[in-house]
């Protein structure tokens, strides 16, 4: 069976897992500082959760764009990562998520993706709007965010802590 491709970038693919995945995503987020900014700052992901997480995603075949989780593939190196996606967050307005490896911080990557992501699901879903949230100090989250088109609309306290939240509306249902 092929693999299923979210979407393409420039540099990037964004496609469903495989069980091949466990050993790159285990190196990307069992590193610390991928974490600094969030729930799990103290607890990086080990080998078993790392395996779970992956298994989980193929388990439920997420297809379509308005809730999925895809492994980030560089497409110069074939290699693996990070993660990104839509949560669910609220009726017809997912959370964007994403996660890269340290070394590929600051080479554009995110706002790369956060871009297809939003264009993606709004040309093939019907949902309202896309949230964005990030810890008020992480300020390198919070710049993507905005480059991405989302507009800062306050902080609210989400999963325990206070969060800076973005959102943009999608043009095509409103």
Avoid at 14 to 43: A, C, E, P, W
Wanted: aromatic share 12%; proline share 3%.
């Amino acid at each position: 069976m092929r693999t299923h491709i979210y979407f393409e970038t420039e540099r990037l693919t964004v496609r469903q897992y495989t069980l091949n995945d466990i050993d790159g995503l285990f190196r990307i987020m069992s590193d610390r500082r991928v974490h600094t900014y969030t729930k799990d700052k103290d607890h990086p992901w080990d080998e078993q959760r790392t395996e779970e997480y992956i298994r989980f995603m193929i388990q439920h075949d997420f297809r379509t764009l308005d809730c999925f989780h895809g492994a980030v593939i560089e497409k110069s190196t074939n290699q693996l990562i990070g993660l990104c996606g839509l949560n669910p967050y609220q009726a017809g307005e997912p959370e964007i998520e994403f996660k890269l490896g340290v070394s590929y911080w600051g080479k554009g990557y995110a706002t790369e993706l956060g871009r297809q992501i939003i264009q993606e699901a709004f040309a093939a879903t019907g949902i309202r709007g896309i949230y964005g949230m990030a810890q008020p100090e992480n300020v390198a989250s919070r710049r993507v965010l905005e480059k991405i088109g989302m507009s800062y609309s306050g902080n609210r306290v989400f999963r325990d802590h206070e969060d800076a939240f973005y959102y943009i509306a999608n043009p095509n249902t409103h």
